[in-house]
């Protein structure tokens, strides 16, 4: 294999270290505590785990978390009400609602009553809109995690080709728009992108966010260039016993490592990116919030 594997679960450990130090200094210099509450609407067991591991988390940096677990029944009414008291609570500088949201809620009104400079999810219109027009937003922050493994590998991204494979409000449009930002040729393709062999093969940076077990495959990427892989995909694996799973990428690791130059590996690459950009947001918030310099190299 040649290509140089991009160790997100290091580089995660990272970004929370620079994240604490950052409260440490807060704390010690402005009495400030950073605080991110995580909204929880019913019961989906990985929704779950997500929110309680981002609650530990939120913990060992130094900041404070909030969790609020709603029944799986409850009113939309009840729920805004409470984002307006998160809103109005200067205590709370991050405001996370956990999606999916149990289908009788209204995603985009619930997430666009969150006040957009708490928004660290980044999906309220407002930061859409700031992001797509260059301007200081919350940024979200699998795409956000992305950038700082891209910009940490390449140092300037000015002048490479990038092509984004897929294109969600989550993940593909906002990772297009950062590396817009930083000066890329950028290509979103899609289910309905033609020859999309092709247009991945003349990629330096492909960045793969779709949701297909290994579709990626080696021969479609171009020798040397960067690869990170947002899928987390949950397949068969006998190899491992009967009924036992595995989790893969939407890029096909064992053939495209051996012709990129560079490759996040899943799992260990993207996912443990997304977390520690959300206390680097929140942090980011709570500076904001206080008229205070933001941290350096912690957002785009
Ligand atoms: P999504 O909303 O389902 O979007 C998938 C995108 O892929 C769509 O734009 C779709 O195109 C495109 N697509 C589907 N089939 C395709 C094909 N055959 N060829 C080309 N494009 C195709 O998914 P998402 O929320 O962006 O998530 C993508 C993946 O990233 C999932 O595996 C998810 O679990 C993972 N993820 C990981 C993290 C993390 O922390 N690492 C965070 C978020 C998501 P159309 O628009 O034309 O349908």
Same mark, same amino acid.
């Given at each position: !294999?040649?290509?140089?594997?991009?160790? $997100?679960?290091?580089?995660?450990?990272?970004?929370?270290?620079?994240?604490?130090?950052?409260?440490?200094?807060?704390?010690?210099?402005?009495?400030?505590?950073?605080?991110?509450?995580?909204?929880?609407?019913?019961?989906?067991?990985?929704?779950?785990?997500?929110?309680?591991?981002?609650?530990? !988390?939120?913990?060992?940096?130094?900041?404070?978390?909030?969790?609020?677990? &709603?029944?799986?029944?409850?009113?939309?009414?009840?729920?805004?009400?409470?984002?307006?008291?998160?809103?109005?609570?200067?205590?709370?500088?991050?405001? @996370?609602?956990?999606?999916? &949201?149990?289908?009788?809620?209204?995603?985009?009104?619930?997430?666009? +009553?969150?006040?957009?400079?708490?928004?660290?999810?980044?999906?309220?219109?407002?930061?859409?809109?700031?992001?797509?027009?260059?301007?200081?937003?919350?940024?979200?922050? /699998?795409?956000?995690?992305?950038? !700082?493994?891209?910009?940490?590998?390449? $140092?300037?991204?000015?002048?490479?080709?990038?092509?984004?494979?897929?294109?969600?409000? *989550?993940?593909?449009?906002?990772?297009?728009?950062? @590396?817009?930002?930083?000066?890329?040729?950028?290509?979103?393709?899609?289910?309905?992108?033609?020859?999309?062999?092709?247009?991945?093969?003349?990629?330096?940076?492909?960045?793969?966010?779709?949701?297909?077990?290994?579709?990626?495959? %080696?021969?479609?990427?171009?020798?040397?260039? /960067?690869?990170?892989?947002? %899928?987390?995909?949950?397949?068969?694996?006998?190899?491992? %016993?009967? %009924?036992?799973?595995?989790?893969?990428?939407?890029?096909?690791?064992?053939?495209? =490592?051996?012709?990129?130059?560079? *490759?996040?590996?899943?799992?260990? $690459?993207?996912?443990? !990116?997304?977390?520690?950009?959300?206390?680097?947001?929140?942090?980011?918030?709570? +500076?904001?919030?206080?008229?205070?310099?933001?941290?350096?190299?912690?957002? =785009?």
């Amino acid at each position: !294999m040649g290509a140089q594997i991009i160790d $997100g679960k290091a580089f995660a450990a990272k970004v929370r270290g620079q994240v604490a130090d950052h409260v440490a200094r807060l704390k010690e210099s402005h009495g400030i505590t950073p605080g991110l509450a995580v909204v929880l609407v019913g019961e989906d067991p990985a929704s779950q785990v997500y929110v309680r591991s981002k609650g530990k !988390m939120t913990v060992e940096v130094g900041m404070n978390s909030y969790e609020h677990k &709603l029944d799986a029944d409850t009113a939309e009414a009840d729920l805004l009400a409470l984002i307006d008291q998160l809103n109005k609570d200067p205590a709370v500088h991050g405001i @996370l609602v956990q999606l999916p &949201l149990p289908g009788h809620l209204n995603e985009d009104l619930v997430i666009n +009553s969150i006040d957009p400079a708490k928004d660290v999810d980044g999906f309220h219109i407002s930061n859409v809109g700031l992001l797509g027009t260059g301007q200081k937003s919350m940024v979200p922050c /699998t795409p956000l995690g992305c950038l !700082m493994m891209l910009r940490d590998h390449h $140092g300037s991204l000015s002048g490479l080709d990038a092509v984004v494979v897929g294109r969600s409000n *989550i993940v593909g449009k906002p990772m297009a728009q950062l @590396l817009l930002g930083d000066s890329c040729t950028v290509t979103i393709a899609h289910s309905r992108t033609k020859d999309l062999p092709d247009v991945v093969r003349r990629a330096d940076i492909v960045v793969a966010a779709v949701g297909r077990p290994e579709m990626v495959p %080696g021969d479609w990427i171009k020798p040397g260039a /960067t690869v990170i892989d947002v %899928g987390i995909n949950r397949i068969d694996a006998p190899e491992k %016993g009967e %009924g036992k799973t595995r989790l893969v990428g939407d890029v096909h690791y064992p053939s495209a =490592a051996e012709v990129a130059g560079a *490759i996040t590996p899943v799992p260990g $690459g993207v996912g443990p !990116m997304t977390i520690a950009c959300l206390l680097a947001n929140t942090l980011t918030a709570a +500076s904001r919030a206080n008229d205070l310099q933001e941290p350096e190299g912690l957002t =785009a």
